[in-house]
């Protein structure tokens, strides 16, 4: 793309020169920040009003805020209402996050909102100075703007970003109908690469859905078409190889907790230490050996985290190990136990996730399985099938990740002046 026929250095030392009829300001010369201190309590006696959240912003790809979104409903004073109402072409940041990279992000009031307010976990930006509407969404969504709310946020357990910060905060304005010119531009470019990712992102979901078929398949059905079958009694297994056995799980291994605390440790050690379930971390001890399947007890993961372990390891006091195994090889097992339990879960609690795993269910988890021979073969065919079909996951990850750097690097690009996007008649 073209460049402009003259630069000015900016003053920004990571953003270099910029065209020189552009102008660099502080957050707070251009408008002003302000928050609500409005939760989310539905109170008798006060209006109810739509609240934009958190989650409204963050994670918003389209970095808009319409009337096509659902948003929470709260109850707020007439002065809330008032003083902390939204309006069309308002900026709403989140000043808070769980990493450096994430904070700031903005979204755009795109329309007007009647009896919308904001939450107190984000803040609000009106303008004080004519900026191009549809720009807005690009004002501060940009990497020069972000690495700066990146570079001042502070915390431990969470970054906070100050009031001060985001007013002192340094952006770049171009003319008026330069900053519609990127605008129109950057949405063209931008909604051609969201629809390209989109497309990858369908078909990573497709991958994944024929992935678990496969492994579904292989471990109730076995791997020869031509068996006969027979009803395995399990309503979600449905019909199984006629020679299968189907058991109970405190039969075929042995189940037991850990006990280990919630300590967090460095992730300095040797051997793979499993806490919470969720979390692989890392220890320089260690109390078992050998072949095992981890699953949560209780908390996050219940039913969706498993963990195939041979070798040592170490667990949490809230997370089931079942080992030594007896008609059945571990990895068979693991597989078998990823596609059912859930299913199980579902059907005894009808609901789609619990908090805890009672042992006795578990014990009485019914296992369907062939010979040792026929399960090691279960096992060889899934790992085949599903490595071509990792190895295509991967690239399409890939591809989306390009996509996603590709316009990250448009956005920065255009917003700084380093391409020159306007249409020459």
């Not at 958190?54 to 003083?83: C, F, H, P």
């Not at 059945?328 to 059907?347: A, T």
Request: hydrophobic fraction near 35%.
């Amino acid at each position: 793309m073209k460049k402009y026929k003259k630069y000015n250095d900016s003053g920004i030392e990571f953003i270099g020169k910029i065209p020189e009829d552009w102008v660099v300001q502080r957050l707070n010369n251009v408008g002003k920040f302000s928050s609500s201190g409005i939760d989310k309590k539905t109170l008798p006696d006060q209006p109810i009003v739509k609240m934009i959240n958190y989650t409204d912003v963050y994670g918003n790809e389209r970095r808009i805020l319409d009337n096509k979104k659902e948003y929470m409903v709260v109850s707020a004073t007439k002065e809330q209402k008032e003083n902390h109402g939204v309006q069309k072409g308002d900026l709403i940041f989140t000043p808070s996050s769980e990493t450096e990279a994430d904070i700031g992000v903005s979204a755009l009031v795109d329309c007007e909102l009647p009896d919308t307010v904001f939450s107190y976990h984000v803040l609000k930006f009106k303008f004080e100075k004519e900026v191009n509407h549809n720009f807005k969404k690009y004002l501060c969504n940009n990497y020069n703007v972000l690495y700066q709310f990146s570079a001042r946020c502070k915390g431990t357990t969470r970054q906070i970003l100050g009031r001060d910060e985001f007013k002192n905060t340094l952006i770049i304005l171009p003319p008026i109908q330069e900053q519609k010119a990127i605008a129109e531009f950057l949405d063209n470019q931008t909604q051609i690469l969201d629809w390209l990712v989109e497309k990858r992102k369908q078909m990573v979901e497709l991958l994944k859905e024929e992935r678990t078929a496969i492994i579904n398949q292989a471990v109730t059905k076995g791997i020869n078409p031509t068996t006969k079958m027979k009803d395995s009694g399990i309503d979600w297994v449905g019909e199984i190889p006629e020679h299968w056995k189907v058991k109970r799980l405190k039969y075929l291994a042995e189940i037991e907790t850990g006990g280990k605390d919630t300590i967090n440790r460095e992730e300095d050690g040797k051997f793979p230490f499993y806490v919470r379930s969720m979390v692989v971390e890392r220890i320089n001890s260690f109390s078992f050996d050998g072949e095992a399947v981890l699953t949560a007890g209780d908390g996050v993961g219940v039913g969706e985290v498993f963990h195939y372990v041979n070798g040592k390891f170490d667990f949490h006091q809230r997370v089931y190990s079942i080992s030594n195994f007896k008609e059945i090889l571990g990895k068979y097992f693991y597989y078998f136990i990823k596609e059912n339990l859930p299913k199980e879960i579902i059907k005894h609690n009808a609901k789609s996730t619990v908090d805890s795993l009672r042992l006795p269910m578990f014990k009485s988890f019914r296992v369907a399985y062939g010979t040792r021979e026929e399960q090691e073969e279960i096992v060889k065919y899934i790992e085949t099938e599903t490595a071509k079909i990792d190895k295509t996951l991967l690239k399409i990850e890939k591809e989306i990740a390009l996509l996603d750097e590709y316009k990250t690097a448009l956005i920065s690009e255009a917003v700084t002046g380093k391409i020159d996007v306007r249409v020459v008649a």
